[in-house]
């Protein structure tokens, strides 16, 4: 029996809950971007430990990692700016504050996800790190600096992602739906030929 690459399952579920989401239990657009934020945020902390973990290995690189650190962290901040103002530009009328309130006081089974999601990403990622890092020891065959160009390169992605949703916003109305499906579709594509 041929065994399915656990690649495959990782984006299968990486665009299950989003189209979920949207199809089915009815959350809108910046809801779900929410959810993909909080995936940068716990990537961004992963991609320390990637990176120091791998200098650890070579014995050189610190002062490498501080200055792509500082990039990796403005450009997540610059891409936040970036994703609200989109947002903004397709809805005028949100209110990020209550939105996001919203997001993390949302109940399913009783429960409001905020304390679930929160810890339940952290923890995937961290597994995440250790499955496809730590394990198959590829801190000694990647160095650091790869490792940065690689995050930063997806940095940009996103900031592009969000630079073409403003410019769309401004001559043309296009509906939540096809925005999810459109950065599911560009988040899937993009860990297909990009990451190993």
């Known amino acids: 029996m041929r065994k399915i690459n656990p690649k495959y399952i990782q984006l299968v579920s990486d665009a299950v809950i989003p189209l ?10 910046y809801f779900i971007l929410v959810f993909y934020i909080l995936d940068m945020l716990a990537s961004e902390v992963m991609i320390h430990f990637k990176s120091k973990k791998s200098i650890e290995f070579y014995g050189k690189g610190k002062k490498t990692r501080f200055s792509y ?6 450009l997540l901040l610059l891409s936040f700016v970036a994703i609200h103002a989109a947002m903004f530009f397709i809805q005028p009328e949100i209110n990020f504050k209550e939105e996001i ?11 409001q996800q905020g304390y679930v999601l929160a810890p339940l ?5 961290y597994q995440q790190y250790k499955m496809t890092f730590l394990m198959p020891a590829k801190y000694r065959t990647i160095a650091h600096v790869d490792i940065w160009k690689s995050h930063i390169r997806a940095s940009l ?20 739906l096809i925005y999810v499906l459109m950065i599911v579709g560009v988040s899937s594509v993009y860990r297909l030929v990009f990451t190993n």
Not at 20 to 29: D, E, K, P, S, V
Not at 162 to 176: H, K, W, Y
Request: no cysteine.
């Open 20 to 29: 979920a989401g949207i199809l089915f239990w009815n959350w809108g657009l």
């Open 69 to 74: 650190g500082i990039q990796s962290v403005l």
């Open 101 to 111: 309130f919203a997001f993390w006081t949302y109940e399913e089974l009783g429960i």
């Open 121 to 125: 990403i952290a923890f995937g990622a």
């Open 157 to 176: 992605v996103i900031l592009s992602a969000a630079g073409l949703v403003i410019g769309l916003a401004q001559v043309t109305i296009i509906s939540e």
